[in-house]
Structure formats: C-alpha cells, structure tokens
C-alpha cells in the first residue's frame, strides 16, 4: 500500500514535467532504506520533523519528509500553514488528529526560523484548536490537510511514524 501510495503521488507530481523554457525535470527518487534512516536518527535524535528532499516540480516546489512522535507527546497546540498544503501517510503507530474549526490563540511564527524555511512555510500556531473533526489516525491511513487548514495532534495513544508530502505552490520552503 505505502510503496503504490509513494509512486502514485510521484508519478503524478514529480513525473516528467516540462517546464516552459521546454526542459524536462528528473524524477526525484528516495528509496526506503532513506526514510529508515531518517526514523532512526529521528528517534535517537528527538526530532519530530525531518525534511528528507524538496525539490523544483516544474511551477511548484514539492518536499517530502518524516515525523516521528513519541507517545503521549501531544502537540502544545495547533498549526496552519498559510501557502503549503500536507499529505500524511501513516507508516506506525496511532494519534488523535484534530483538523478543521478555529486556532486558539493563534501567534504568526517568526519568518526567520527555520521549521518555516525549510519544512512547512509562513503560518501561525495555537494552543489548542476549537471544534475541528478529532479522528484517531493510524498505520495505514492517508490524510490530505490543505492549506489553511489548522491541525493538532492532541494524543499520541502509540509512537507514530508518518511520512509528509508537502506541495508548496509559492516556493516559501527552500530546495533540499
């Protein structure tokens, strides 16, 4: 299921795309033994997001990374991404995932740092949201967040290991 996911979403976005000044883009190919690599560091290191590759999709710039959170690490609060839309592939593990209704307290993040530029783009984060649809997502499951969209992972009932295909039609994330 992961593998046809992978290639469905490469071949549709990353495929050969032509450029008007005429020049064709390679495909971007990250085999599985990166994305284990990245989880173990990820997980000896404590770092929940790790940006593996963005590149130019001809127009838009596409990234795909890895988040690993620990049980019981629910998010402080939400997060909205002003211009970078998500796609979450669940590898392991299972977290409550709010998405949709209204960021409390929401303060816009400092362009400067650098989960704006080099993993989610300009955005605001909360501490909490109000309503949204709350769903217990798992190994397995695919969620498609757009932009503008806030989402918080309150509950985290076992470690999880997701990886992220971010499309930034704006490019604000730089090229990895």
């Known amino acids: ?74 998010l402080s609060g939400g997060a909205v991404h002003d211009k970078v839309s998500e796609v979450y592939h669940v590898l392991e593990g299972s ?20 989960v704006v530029t080099q993993i989610n783009g300009p955005g605001v984060s909360g501490t909490a949201i109000e309503g ?8 397995g499951d695919v969620v498609i967040i757009p932009a503008g969209t806030p989402h918080w992972f309150p509950e985290i009932q076992e470690d999880i290991t997701y990886t992220v295909v971010r499309i930034d039609p704006a490019r604000v994330v730089a090229l990895k």
């Open 1 to 74: 299921m992961f593998r046809v996911l992978v290639a469905s979403v490469f071949a549709v976005v990353l495929g050969a795309v032509q450029r008007s000044d005429g020049r064709v883009l390679p495909a971007t190919y990250i085999p599985a033994a990166d994305i284990q690599t990245t989880r173990t560091q990820a997980i000896a290191s404590k770092t929940v997001d790790t940006p593996i590759r963005t590149v130019d999709a001809g127009g838009h710039n596409v990234g795909v990374g890895l988040v690993h959170r620990f049980k019981g690490t629910g």
């Open 95 to 114: 977290g409550t995932l709010v998405t949709g209704g209204t960021l409390v307290n929401p303060q816009r993040r400092d362009s400067a740092e650098s």
């Open 132 to 139: 949204g649809e709350r769903r217990r997502i798992s190994k």
